[in-house]
């Protein structure tokens, strides 16, 4: 059996530990099969995807030589296969996945998950995105990206990536784990200054935690730095949680309540 992990530099693990994928081609090919879960890719997107526009003329033998190369490889790493991981079909190549050889599609599958339970057991979602996103060594593929089909796919994973940190961060705050999770919360509010949701979080924090002030510098920051960057005034959902700090909403302070924007929108 094998496992494939995406969520960080491309590693294949064996039963009897991690296996290389040698030539950049070869880890174009293989990271492209794997961001589709499973799913048949055409020859013609793999060929724009490995060769971009120096593709070979022959690009049917090139594209068909690197698929072979990789069945073998891939067959090394599980002798006792039958039937080949890369398969051939009508609609293209496919990677056969079995659940949980993948960790990128574990990780969405969980965060899927936390976001039907999230309002109604906090505890399990927290536990659950922890885990989730311990998952994550490092960038999608690390710093080898591959083609669009593979950046498009990073940047979904990433999407993703950022969703559980808000709904962990939700969930943190419903059980009243405001000062424990400052620090994360600086941090994803320092990482990615425009996402307003992060901005929510740490201003909510910040007030429970005894600090008025600071939430509302947060705030003013985050609100010059929308202007000049994009030039435009933060959200109101973002505007009610500053109005509800200024007044000591007796709602804000309420650790079952994990988002004022959210609980008045």
């Given at each position: 059996?094998?496992?494939?992990?995406?969520?960080?530099?491309?590693?294949?693990?064996?039963?009897?530990?991690?296996?290389?994928i040698?030539?950049?081609?070869?880890?174009?090919?293989?990271?492209?099969?794997?961001?589709?879960?499973?799913?048949?890719?055409?020859?013609e997107?793999?060929?724009?995807?490995?060769?971009?526009?120096?593709?070979p003329?022959?690009q049917?033998?090139?594209?068909?030589?690197h698929?072979?190369?990789?069945?073998?490889?891939l067959?090394?790493?599980?002798?006792?296969r039958?039937?080949?991981?890369?398969?051939?079909?009508?609609?293209?190549?496919?990677?056969?996945?079995?659940?949980?050889?993948l960790?990128?599609a574990?990780?969405?599958?969980?965060?899927?998950?936390?976001?039907?339970?999230?309002?109604?057991?906090?505890?399990?979602?927290?536990?659950?995105?922890?885990?989730?996103?311990?998952?994550?060594?490092?960038?999608?593929?690390?710093?080898?990206?591959?083609?669009?089909?593979?950046?498009?796919?990073?940047?979904?994973?990433e999407?993703?990536r950022?969703?559980?940190?808000?709904?962990?961060?939700?969930?943190?705050?419903?059980?009243?784990?405001h000062?424990?999770?400052?620090?994360?919360?600086?941090?994803?509010?320092?990482?990615?200054p425009?996402?307003?949701?992060?901005?929510?979080?740490?201003?909510?924090?910040?007030?429970?935690?005894g600090?008025?002030?600071?939430?509302?510098?947060?705030?003013?920051?985050?609100?010059?730095?929308?202007?000049?960057?994009?030039?435009?005034?933060?959200?109101?959902?973002?505007r009610?949680?500053?109005?509800?700090?200024?007044?000591?909403?007796?709602l804000l302070?309420?650790?079952?309540?994990?988002?004022?924007?959210l609980?008045?929108?």
């Amino acid at each position: 059996m094998l496992s494939f992990s995406i969520l960080g530099a491309l590693q294949i693990r064996t039963v009897s530990g991690p296996a290389e994928i040698s030539g950049d081609l070869q880890r174009t090919l293989v990271q492209t099969l794997l961001v589709n879960e499973g799913q048949s890719i055409s020859g013609e997107s793999l060929v724009e995807e490995m060769w971009g526009d120096s593709a070979p003329d022959n690009q049917a033998n090139a594209l068909q030589a690197h698929v072979s190369r990789l069945r073998r490889r891939l067959k090394s790493l599980e002798p006792d296969r039958t039937v080949p991981r890369v398969t051939i079909h009508p609609s293209g190549y496919r990677l056969t996945l079995h659940e949980g050889e993948l960790d990128g599609a574990e990780f969405v599958k969980a965060v899927r998950q936390a976001e039907v339970r999230s309002e109604t057991d906090p505890g399990a979602t927290a536990k659950l995105l922890g885990t989730a996103l311990s998952m994550w060594r490092g960038p999608v593929f690390g710093d080898f990206t591959g083609g669009t089909l593979c950046q498009l796919a990073c940047a979904r994973y990433e999407e993703y990536r950022m969703r559980a940190m808000e709904l962990r961060f939700d969930a943190e705050l419903r059980l009243g784990h405001h000062s424990a999770i400052l620090a994360e919360l600086h941090e994803a509010h320092g990482n990615h200054p425009l996402r307003e949701r992060f901005c929510e979080q740490l201003m909510i924090a910040l007030y429970r935690s005894g600090r008025q002030a600071d939430a509302l510098h947060v705030y003013r920051l985050m609100w010059q730095h929308l202007a000049d960057e994009l030039g435009i005034e933060p959200s109101p959902a973002l505007r009610r949680v500053e109005n509800a700090i200024l007044s000591h909403d007796p709602l804000l302070g309420s650790g079952e309540t994990s988002s004022y924007a959210l609980q008045m929108a």
